[in-house]
């Protein structure tokens, strides 16, 4: 018996290591085909990743692959003519710099809203694959975002705070408490960590749409990333509890997660503001303390 047990972990070891990707120490596909860890957690923008190309795995979203490579998503689209609905697929690779023939030059996006041939169409993800909270064809790579209205937000749920207009965005803090690391673009996750306690409303730091809510980003736990223009991205990491669904209008000021320890040894708010794809120091948009 003990002979049986020892030969059915060497070859359940061997098949776990068979299924390693960069990143992840094992990973294999749930019963919807989707990668996740060896903790069940789905797995985005996994894929093989070189300086110029990404290997585009089951489960990703432009969005995604976007962020993990700093670059804007309007342009990875357009670098790989991606067009409406801007589906992607398994194993396709896809450019993450631009073509020689136009390196250096302007982004033109050239892409509008799109009108969904049919409701619950994921758009800018993987064929094939339906995620729980997968976009809509309505969440364009360019242009203005037309979403179905939900229900409004009361106001006694917004507070009253200051806020600081950069770039047409009206900027507020997403958490009350201190900061505890500045930002430094070098490091591998560049943004600010704001400290709180577990449970402390994450509020959004200016209104937009929800363009990613999950945990499948390495290093940021449960993440939400949030679209204001065809410019600025936020995003919100290592949270405890996410509150909102892709897809979703928030409000400045609207609470969209809890505060939480998720991918890091303690519990706070890593907070990202990304222009054009590129991290940015959110000191410089929010107001003074």
Request: glycine residues 10%; charged residues 20%.
């Amino acid at each position: 018996m003990h002979a049986k047990t020892v030969i059915i972990g060497i070859v359940l070891a061997s098949a776990l290591s068979a299924c390693a990707v960069p990143h992840r120490t094992v990973s294999f596909e749930n019963a919807g085909g989707v990668p996740v860890d060896a903790h069940g957690i789905p797995v985005h923008a996994s894929g093989r990743m070189t300086a110029t190309h990404y290997m585009v795995v089951r489960g990703d979203t432009l969005y995604s692959i976007a962020f993990r490579a700093g670059v804007d998503v309007r342009d990875l689209a357009r670098w790989n003519h991606v067009s409406p609905p801007y589906v992607i697929h398994p194993d396709q690779r896809l450019r993450i710099t631009p073509p020689p023939r136009v390196a250096g030059g302007p982004s033109q996006p050239g892409f509008h809203t799109v009108s969904p041939p049919a409701p619950k169409v994921p758009a800018a993800s993987v064929s094939g694959v339906e995620t729980a909270h997968a976009l809509s064809t309505t969440v364009p790579v360019a242009g203005e975002v037309t979403l179905p209205d939900r229900a409004p937000v009361s106001a006694s749920s917004v507070p009253a705070a200051p806020s600081r207009l950069r770039d047409g965005v009206h900027w507020r803090w997403p958490a009350a408490g201190p900061l505890l690391d500045r930002f430094n673009a070098s490091d591998a996750i560049p943004g600010i960590e704001i400290a709180g306690r577990a449970g402390d409303p994450v509020r959004a730091a200016a209104s937009g749409v929800v363009v990613y809510s999950g945990n499948g980003l390495v290093g940021y736990g449960e993440l939400i990333i949030i679209k204001h223009n065809d410019t600025y991205l936020s995003a919100y990491g290592h949270n405890r509890k996410r509150l909102v669904r892709e897809g979703e209008r928030v409000r400045a000021g609207q609470v969209i997660a809890e505060m939480g320890s998720s991918g890091a040894p303690r519990v706070e708010l890593e907070f990202q503001i990304r222009r054009d794809g590129k991290p940015v120091n959110p000191e410089s948009f929010l107001p003074a303390r």
